[in-house]
């Protein structure tokens, strides 16, 4: 009606999830995204017309071949890691980084157990966020579109971390983790191991939505 849209999904087992959209240029988009939208949509025709340069194309495709070179050794590493648990730790340190735009990843230093390549801290890489304790569907919702809103590029990734029971996120891009955990406005950090790129938070009643 007017524009704008709701969308309920009535599960099975489960309470309706209610989704409001609203019609811009002929798409549909998130209502919550109406108050930022025309100011990124400039930005983003500004960074097209940039990326599309002669010039920087020209760059970037001198630069494809050893992104291309760095993932395909990722995928080497993968398909080698003894157990399950390497496979993951493997595929958010190195492959995430990557699927989410970083530039192939400079000399590291292997960290002993598999031969894979440790990314320095300021590179942009992937980080690990805790909570303390398992996270209902609609609250993971919510905390991922919050974390998916402050990583260091706007189209980040959040996912489950490996082996996490629901209690841990797996954010990228994300070089600074100090930086990143001031950024968290939707609970409080209550640890910080830039060593481990792992954040713990403890949540807000707030960002929990209401039943």
């Not at 960074?47 to 995928?75: C, D, I, N, R, Y």
């Not at 493997?90 to 492959?95: I, K, M, Q, S, V």
């Not at 579109?145 to 706007?154: E, F, K, S, T």
Request: charged share 25%; aromatic share 6%; hydrophobic share 40%.
């Amino acid at each position: 009606s007017g524009g704008r849209s709701r969308i309920e999904i009535i599960p099975r087992d489960g309470e309706p999830r209610r989704f409001e959209f609203v019609r811009f240029e002929g798409r549909w988009f998130p209502a919550a995204w109406q108050a930022s939208w025309q100011a990124e949509l400039a930005a983003a025709r500004e960074k097209l017309k940039t990326e599309l340069a002669p010039a920087v194309l020209e760059q970037k495709k001198q630069s494809l071949l050893p992104a291309l070179e760095a993932f395909e050794a990722s995928l080497d590493r993968l398909a080698a890691a003894p157990d399950g648990q390497a496979f993951h730790d493997l595929l958010d340190r190195e492959l995430l980084p990557l699927l989410s735009g970083a530039a192939a990843p400079p000399p590291g230093v292997a960290d002993g157990s598999d031969g894979s390549l440790v990314p320095p801290a300021s590179s942009s890489g992937s980080v690990i966020v805790e909570f303390g304790g398992p996270l209902d569907e609609r609250t993971a919702d919510a905390v991922a579109q919050a974390l998916v809103g402050i990583c260091d590029q706007p189209d980040g990734i959040v996912l489950p971390a490996a082996d996490g029971g629901g209690t841990r996120l797996t954010v990228s891009p994300v070089g600074d983790v100090q930086a990143f955990a001031r950024r968290i406005r939707f609970g409080r950090v209550t640890s910080i191991d830039p060593g481990r790129r792992t954040v713990t938070v403890e949540l807000s009643e707030s960002v929990r939505p209401e039943r």
